[in-house]
């Protein structure tokens, strides 16, 4: 294993009894890397963070993280991450500081160490105020806060987190996404798992797509976005059928593929000079045009692309 890998997964598969939830899947992260697994419910994403973090056993495949062993060293392993749930996992009874100091306890960490951490991450996350209030009486932003604290008390080399913007409101889910990037600028490799295509594009270094327990695309948000070319098109016809081989033909179309009722184009040209074309081409094959819309790739375009469906809550 390079050195610059810190996770390297490997032909790994899970079943539930007779639910395949992940297919042969192998992708690596590197080290200082914002790595992303995007995918709807039910995809397998938690199945795989859950078996990273050693809370699942290990089926088929090979694993290393931070280069140990997956099923041989799964002390070490569990050593070297911190975590961050995707529901809520605090003690209400405890303050901010002694849901850290517990937690530094637990691992076993030095006094003066785990004094000196505390007041880092208080400060990092912004909870040096409420460090003495309990948890219970904090809003959901602040625990969400303090979770990440908490993840990070063991200075991990990877930070594993869970969905971590669910249930959030939009301000919260930007502050949180605000500490993510100073955690990962300070050098903690991330590893996140969500459903929400503006927090893999925003964050991101790299994503990985995942779909019925399959990786499906690899790569940075701007090479998922440009591979789909240069604009999109949704259209909805009378006939989206007849309308999608026609349409196949036009020079410059990238991809066609039925969408929720539309048809999802992909054009590697200029999308204002192409959809003229396709309206006269369908207009003289009789197809009606119900409706159209042009506009630039985004995640949920390259999302749509790839599984065919929206993003399903
Ligand atoms: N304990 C379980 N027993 C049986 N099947 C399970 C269990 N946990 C998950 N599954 C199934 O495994 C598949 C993958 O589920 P998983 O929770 O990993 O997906 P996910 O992408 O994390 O979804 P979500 O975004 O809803 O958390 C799904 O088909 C799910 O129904």
Redesign the pocket.
């Given at each position: 294993m390079s050195n610059s890998v810190i996770l390297d997964v490997s032909n790994f598969s899970f079943a539930?009894?007779d639910?395949q939830?992940?297919k042969n899947v192998s992708f690596t992260v590197k080290r200082g890397e914002f790595f992303s697994f995007l995918?709807?419910?039910?995809?397998?994403?938690?199945?795989?963070?859950?078996t990273l973090i050693t809370l699942l056993p290990m089926q088929e495949g090979t694993v290393t993280v931070a280069g140990y062993d997956l099923r041989a060293d799964r002390v070490k392993v569990r050593e070297s991450i911190g975590i961050v749930f995707?529901q809520i996992t605090l003690d209400k009874d405890m303050t901010v500081r002694e849901t850290l100091d517990f937690h530094g306890d637990i691992y076993g960490m030095d006094r003066d160490n785990k004094l000196q951490r505390i007041s880092e991450l208080l400060a990092l996350v912004e909870l040096e105020e409420k460090a003495d209030v309990l948890v219970n009486n904090l809003s959901g932003g602040m625990k969400r806060r303090l979770e990440i604290a908490r993840g990070l008390m063991t200075r991990p080399q990877i930070l594993f987190l869970?969905?971590p913007t669910i249930g959030l409101d939009p301000q919260t889910r930007q502050k949180t996404w605000e500490y993510l990037r100073m955690v990962n600028q300070e050098g903690t490799t991330i590893f996140m798992?969500t459903?929400y295509m503006d927090e893999a594009d925003i964050l991101s270094d790299s994503i990985a797509l995942?779909d019925h327990?399959e990786i499906i695309k690899r790569g940075t948000p701007d090479e998922l976005k440009s591979d789909l070319g240069k604009d999109i098109i949704y259209l909805e016809t009378s006939d989206n059928n007849a309308a999608s081989a026609l349409i196949q033909e036009i020079p410059g179309i990238s991809g066609i593929q039925p969408c929720d009722g539309k048809l999802l184009i992909c054009s590697g040209n200029d999308g204002a000079q192409v959809l003229p074309v396709i309206i006269r081409a369908a207009d003289e094959q009789g197809i009606m045009v119900r409706s159209v819309s042009l506009k630039k790739p985004t995640m949920d375009d390259v999302f749509m692309h790839y599984t065919g469906t929206e993003i399903r809550d």
């Open positions: 539930y009894g639910v939830a992940v995918g709807p419910n039910g995809a397998g994403k938690t199945t795989v963070i859950n995707q869970d969905e798992t459903h995942i327990g």
